[in-house]
């Protein structure tokens, strides 16, 4: 079959289906949104919204029919769009609120969870547009519901852009603030990115890069409870190149069922199959947590001495199982560690045994960053800011991707817990390193590229 699709090998997953979590977490379309821009925002706004609702008019009821004829869960149907940003840029910067609402209108129209592409590339220096869509991003996120906006400050190419950074650290917490009454969902829905993939399937770094064609299919797959089942089946007592290689045939079986999902959706959908992004991506249910398979693994608790190595074997097995089932594995692929989402983690943090310090470390090795992390309603802006110099600085050296996504909870404390609901989970507030960094992020200005990224 095509691509070596091997149809026995995706039936031995469906045992997952029901015990382990395991399901395809997101069929994301992305849409290309460059033939939209015009020199009027409410021409772009009509273009903008005519182009979704035609492109992705059948798209959750053919995954809902891919779902039904193969039995495999697909629990978020969603929407990426070229970063808005670069359509502002043709109207001078205006018009970006109404942009933001028209996007929330088309994905209510056509029924998906999410959207994203609220977004600005900014790593080397910032346009009218650029600055137009920061500034509009608080009010955007709490006039909307489903919007999710981004904002990639850095790149190992071309360094971090210290004045976004500067920006950004205000920008999280007036979304917090708008939406105070709301847990505080806006600061949710915005993340903050170095060396940004342009096909991610996964919210809210999700958006359609300018390098991509017209119209996509990617798809995120996930399974942490999978893999830590094959992990107590089949790894008891036995050496770490063994943990490895359970962690790699695992991840092989649920890349093969994320492309079939990918390649029947676009054969549905007439539109071309991008990428299947591999990403262990917990949820708050029981046993679906990568800290559970870090913790099978030896662990007395995530947070632990090992943490940081345990979590590099298991990134690395996850991107070569990828690998080793499809020639179209992009995105993140990996693990992610995002501590309101997944319940060992929210319990490893609340006994105090994974801070801030650990989860930062363990950003260096894992496909993210510092993910739904809850801190203080009262962290200063410029902390914030510094959380993000300080994740871009490690995904510029490592020439990989990292991010912030972090809420200030309005009008708590450390110790206190913010419920988001959902797939955001619930997050205690985690206590934060106050020294002040203000002088530093003042100074502005950009990091120079590292050394590495001269490779020509």
């Not at 029919?65 to 990426?80: C, H, L, Q, T, W």
Request: hydrophobic residues 45%; charged residues 20%.
């Amino acid at each position: 079959m095509r691509r070596m699709l091997n149809t026995n090998r995706i039936i031995e997953t469906i045992g997952m289906f029901e015990n382990e979590n395991l399901d395809v977490r997101t069929v994301t379309m992305g849409i290309s949104l460059l033939d939209c821009a015009e020199s009027s925002a409410a021409a772009t706004c009509r273009k903008v919204y005519e182009k979704i609702t035609t492109q992705a008019k059948y798209l959750v009821s053919v995954c809902e029919d891919v779902s039904a004829e193969y039995g495999i869960p697909i629990v978020n149907k969603r929407i990426s769009v070229t970063p808005i940003a670069m359509l502002l840029a043709a109207t001078g910067g205006e018009g970006a609120l109404a942009l933001a609402k028209t996007l929330d209108r088309a994905a209510a129209a056509v029924g998906v969870n999410f959207i994203g592409g609220f977004s600005a590339l900014v790593h080397k220096g910032f346009s009218a547009g650029d600055t137009a869509l920061i500034r509009a991003i608080p009010q955007a996120l709490a006039e909307t519901s489903a919007v999710c906006a981004s904002v990639n400050v850095g790149s190992t190419k071309s360094g971090i852009n210290m004045d976004a950074v500067a920006k950004m650290g205000p920008c999280i917490r007036q979304a917090a603030e708008l939406t105070a009454q709301r847990n505080c969902m806006g600061a949710a829905k915005l993340v903050v990115l170095c060396n940004a993939p342009e096909d991610n399937p996964f919210m809210a770094g999700a958006f359609h890069g300018p390098g991509e064609g017209d119209c996509t299919i990617n798809v995120g797959v996930s399974g942490p409870g999978a893999v830590r089942s094959a992990l107590e089946k089949h790894a008891k007592g036995v050496s770490l190149e063994r943990v490895a290689e359970t962690v790699k045939r695992t991840a092989f079986k649920i890349t093969r069922m994320g492309q079939l999902v990918g390649e029947k959706a676009s054969q549905a959908l007439g539109v071309p199959f991008g990428i299947v992004d591999l990403s262990l991506a917990p949820t708050p249910a029981a046993g679906d947590s990568v800290a559970a398979v870090l913790e099978e693994m030896g662990l007395a608790s995530v947070g632990a001495y090992g943490t940081t190595a345990a979590l590099a074997l298991l990134n690395d097995a996850v991107k070569k199982g990828g690998v080793m089932a499809s020639g179209q594995v992009g995105g993140l692929s990996g693990a992610f560690i995002p501590v309101s989402e997944d319940a060992g983690m929210i319990a490893a943090a609340e006994r105090g045994l994974l801070c801030l310090e650990k989860l930062e470390a363990m950003t260096a090795v894992c496909s993210v960053g510092l993910d739904m992390i809850v801190v203080p309603g009262d962290t200063p802006a410029e902390v914030l800011s510094a959380m993000i110099a300080d994740e871009a600085a490690i995904g510029m050296i490592n020439s990989k991707t990292t991010a912030v996504r972090v809420i200030p909870a309005i009008g708590k404390q450390a110790g206190d817990k913010l419920d988001f609901g959902g797939l955001f989970g619930s997050g205690p507030v985690m206590p934060v390193n106050t020294a002040s960094p203000a002088a530093f992020i003042a100074r502005g200005g950009r990091i120079p590229a590292p050394i590495q990224s001269l490779k020509n």
